[in-house]
């Protein structure tokens, strides 16, 4: 049986908030799966090399599990490697979660079982028209999608020059967060990774650790349980956000706040998608 597909704009309802924000955003997107998965979050993407050790192989089920159970939709990009072991571990971790294809959604590449498998319980995602074949300079084009749609990237193992790092490039330059997963000091697969650790990412070593980072006090699901729980459909900070764009120094100035707590609660409801953050570390609230 053939897999429905579906061409969405900018105008459409379906249509990610987060790609609003990001320079070049594609113009639309065919989707190929479950589409509700576009008004899920929060998101984080997994990438890495399409060569990678047994030791890149485990940390990449290892963290798509944990962030998957904890309720984070992995992203990646179905590349062979990283990608795909990525995407099979948050899907035996009865989790769904999206591919950003460097073809068109028809024609999936690599095709397999992993492709039969997210057309069925994630979702493919690409720019490309229906039929396009994968083009090699599709590929780093497509990751800024896949960092776009996503509150952080997690670099597993790259080599010196990776597509990886182009993923890690385009996140940083959207506000993204960049985290990298250390390796051997004498394996090429780990000098990526060591690459962006210097140039600023943050070195990550557990789910927990990752998680904590994201969401200031113990993972995506106590994040989304802690503001649910309260019963609140707004709360001071999303008040004196209304028509403003703020620092979070200037939010907790008005409020007579710490700091800290504000950035807290920001970066939360930023990774629910109720506030954007932009370009100097200013916060808006979504759809604004």
């Not at 509700?36 to 993407?45: C, E, G, W, Y």
């Not at 493919?124 to 028209?129: F, G």
């Not at 956000?241 to 920001?266: I, N």
Request: net charge negative; with cysteine; glycine share 10%.
């Amino acid at each position: 049986m053939r897999t429905p597909l579906l061409q969405i704009s900018t105008a459409s309802e379906l249509w990610p908030q987060a790609l609003t924000e990001i320079d070049a955003a594609p113009e639309s997107l065919w989707l190929a799966g479950r589409r509700d998965l576009l008004t899920v979050s929060p998101r984080v993407a997994i990438v890495g090399s399409r060569s990678p050790t047994p030791y890149g192989e485990d940390q990449a089920r290892r963290f798509a599990s944990a962030l998957a159970e904890a309720g984070v939709l992995v992203v990646s990009g179905m590349a062979r490697g990283i990608d795909s072991t990525a995407h099979g571990a948050a899907l035996d971790a009865g989790a769904p979660t999206i591919a950003v294809l460097g073809c068109g959604v028809d024609r999936p590449w690599p095709a397999g079982a992993l492709s039969d498998r997210m057309t069925r319980e994630g979702l493919l995602i690409s720019e490309y028209e229906p039929g396009t074949p994968p083009r090699r300079h599709h590929f780093p084009l497509r990751n800024r999608i896949i960092s776009g749609l996503s509150s952080a990237v997690l670099v597993v193992e790259a080599a010196w020059a990776s597509g990886s790092l182009i993923t890690a490039r385009w996140a940083a330059e959207q506000g993204r967060a960049v985290f990298a997963i250390p390796g051997r000091v004498d394996h090429p697969m780990a000098r990526g990774t060591h690459r962006l650790i210097r140039e600023g990412a943050s070195l990550v070593e557990s789910p927990e650790e990752l998680m904590g980072e994201l969401f200031a006090s113990g993972g995506a699901a106590g994040a989304q349980k802690r503001i649910r729980a309260s019963g609140e459909r707004t709360t001071p900070v999303l008040e004196a956000l209304r028509g403003e764009t703020l620092t979070a120094d200037e939010l907790a100035l008005r409020l007579e706040q710490p700091v800290s707590p504000v950035l807290t609660e920001l970066v939360e409801w930023e990774l629910l998608g109720r506030v954007l953050r932009h370009p100097g570390g200013l916060y808006s609230l979504a759809g604004s």
